[in-house]
T-cell receptor, first 114, second 114 residues
Framework: DSGVTQTPKHLITATGQRVTLRCSPR?????VYWYQQSLDQGLQFLIQ???????AKGNILERFSAQQFPDLHSELNLSSLELGDSALYFC?????????????FGPGTRLTVT | AQSVAQPEDQVNVAEGNPLTVKCTYSVSGNPYLFWYVQYPNRGLQFLLK??????LVKGSYGFEAEFNKSQTSFHLKKPSALVSDSALYFC????????????FGPGTRLSVLP
């Protein structure tokens, strides 16, 4: 158990809908990362937050947004969902969010868009 | 932009034999290199990292990796494979410039045969 929690575990929704994925980092970690894992794209870095501020941005679509709250939990919002958004979404956390930190991954949220 | 290649989709090795999972990278600055392992239906787990210093890095579960700057490689090794090592292995790189994204390789599936 990494100490990172993600809810929900599974999510099934229809095209065009909006969903919110939630992540709680390990106790004491200030940085949160979001990743998308799909069979055809592999593991794609989406976005990183450090202590409430956006720190790095990867291949995140404009339909997706994220934020980190004062209690350090983070939410990833996915809107206008398409079939291709079906994937496993991972959250990870690290102590300081610098490039030298290893990341601790949550168990993931499996999103199925029908 | 940084990139990571894992030239083998699949590596098969007999239990007790040494294993190598290959990784090559490309960055403009100094590389921060990581190996992660993913077991079925689980999040990624950190194995080891190279930031600076000794080129041979030791990590969890008896794994080690050697940083080779001239060959831009960071191959993962273990002297004696276990069946329980069977999993998906990811190499990741972050450019030493602060704020750059993490890039993960496509993953290599390791199968250790009894």
């Amino acid at each position: 158990d990494s100490g990172v929690t993600q809810t929900p575990k599974h999510l099934i929704t229809a095209t065009g809908q909006r969903v919110t994925l939630r992540c709680s980092p390990r106790s004491g970690d200030l940085s949160v990362y979001w990743y998308q894992q799909s069979l055809d794209q592999g593991l794609q870095f989406l976005i990183q937050y450090y202590n409430g501020e956006e720190r790095a941005k990867g291949n995140i679509l404009e339909r997706f947004s994220a934020q980190q709250f004062p209690d350090l939990h983070s939410e990833l919002n996915l809107s206008s969902l398409e079939l291709g958004d079906s994937a496993l979404y991972f959250c990870a956390s690290s102590p300081q969010g610098t490039g030298v930190d290893e990341q601790y991954f949550g168990p993931g949220t499996r999103l199925t868009v029908t | 932009a940084q990139s990571v290649a894992q030239p083998e989709d699949q590596v098969n090795v007999a239990e007790g034999n040494p294993l190598t999972v290959k990784c090559t990278y490309s960055v403009s600055g100094n590389p921060y290199l990581f190996w992660y392992v993913q077991y079925p239906n689980r999040g990624l787990q950190f194995l080891l990292k190279y930031i600076t210093g000794d080129n041979l890095v030791k990590g969890s579960y008896g794994f080690e990796a050697e940083f080779n700057k001239s060959q831009t490689s960071f191959h993962l090794k273990k002297p004696s494979a276990l069946v329980s090592d069977s999993a998906l292995y990811f190499c990741a790189v972050r450019d030493g410039n602060y704020g750059q994204n993490f890039v993960f390789g496509p993953g290599t599936r390791l199968s250790v045969l009894p």
